[in-house]
């Protein structure tokens, strides 16, 4: 006699079957199983005590009533095209529990492949709610921080532009000898409104791009005073995430430097301002920055500006916890070094 082959592969297909159903009904989280065609055959005894609905009930496509209504044609077209490429997916919905709440789930799938054969999909689901809410709390509370700041911006630029007015005022009605420090001040307010500018307008206020700030800001900082008369050059080894104190700290600083340059040379002198970054991983961040000129110095009138540039840098510095030696100049650069726990280094 001969052997009934199909006979023998149905009960062997049997029970590998129930040795599989025995094995997901002991596995703590939900899991399913789906033939080629992608209907559902099995959800295990975790699934069912979620959805609180019976096996049956489960079957084909019955699952898919349980998906929240907003997420059923996203999660179909995911699967679709999984099952096309017979590539292994995640998705996340919304599935109604038992008690009418929705859950989200993160659903991981791979397809089932015995000898070249595909016979399907097998995939387990983990429930994310806590995570996605606290994703959204976060979202919300970055948007509230988001206009909170805008609204703090729009009031500190009127209230500098009305200092830069009074400024302005007092300086024209002050006796000649004065009227240099007036300006010398207006131009430092200026400067304070335009780092708060670029502050305002970094695309993540948390933790700003080091390079990209300082190339936004520098290009400003060229046309605030004299345009032409000053350049501003950012180079060196990779850069870094800081947060808004020390973006504003370092903007400060490089915002007096450049008054520094102006104020102590003759209009007719060129100055230029070089910042290098070393943003190497393994190390704290430094900046180092050198002021020079395109031509032989030419000093200001004496007495004209009170030489406050040192005083103010380390003012600057101590309220960022940045240490700082050196003056700018060619022979002793402007030495700065972030505070490690603050920084993240991003590019090489």
Request: a negative charge; hydrophobic letters at 40%; aromatic letters at 6%.
């Amino acid at each position: 006699m001969g052997t009934d082959t199909s006979a023998t592969g149905s009960v062997a297909e049997s029970l590998v079957g129930d040795a599989f159903q025995d094995f997901a009904n002991d596995v703590p989280l939900m899991m399913w199983r789906s033939d080629a065609n992608g209907l559902a055959i099995h959800h295990n005894e975790s699934w069912v005590r979620f959805t609180g609905r019976r096996p049956e009930e489960e079957a084909g496509e019955g699952w898919r009533r349980g998906l929240h209504p907003d997420d059923i044609e996203r999660h179909a077209a995911l699967v679709a095209d999984a099952f096309g490429a017979r590539q292994p997916y995640t998705a996340e919905f919304r599935l109604r529990r038992h008690d009418g709440a929705y859950r989200w789930l993160l659903d991981t799938a791979r397809p089932i492949d015995r000898g070249g054969v595909f016979s399907g999909y097998l995939g387990t689901c983990f429930d994310i709610t806590d995570r996605k809410h606290a994703e959204e709390h976060a979202a919300a509370a970055l948007a509230e921080k988001e206009a909170l700041l805008a609204e703090v911006y729009h009031r500190v630029r009127n209230n500098l532009q009305v200092m830069v007015s009074l400024i302005g005022l007092y300086g024209r009605a002050a006796p000649a000898p004065c009227r240099g420090s007036f300006e010398a001040l207006g131009q430092r307010v200026r400067a304070i409104a335009l780092v708060q500018q670029h502050l305002h307008e970094a695309p993540h206020i948390a933790s700003i791009d080091l390079r990209d700030y300082l190339h936004r800001l520098a290009s400003g900082l060229g046309q605030l005073r004299r345009a032409g008369r000053i350049s501003v050059v950012v180079e060196g080894y990779g850069t870094t995430l800081v947060e808004p104190r020390t973006a504003n700290a370092l903007g400060m600083i490089v915002a007096e430097v450049v008054a520094e340059c102006l104020d102590t040379t003759a209009d007719s002198v060129s100055c230029t301002i070089s910042i290098r970054i070393d943003a190497k991983a393994g190390a704290p961040v430094g900046l180092s920055i050198v002021t020079g000129t395109g031509q032989e110095a030419v000093p200001a009138p004496a007495g004209a500006v009170p030489n406050l540039g040192p005083r103010l840098i380390a003012a600057y510095a101590a309220q960022a916890e940045i240490a700082v030696r050196g003056s700018a100049s060619p022979n002793e650069p402007l030495e700065l070094q972030l505070p490690e726990v603050l920084t993240r280094i991003v590019a090489g």
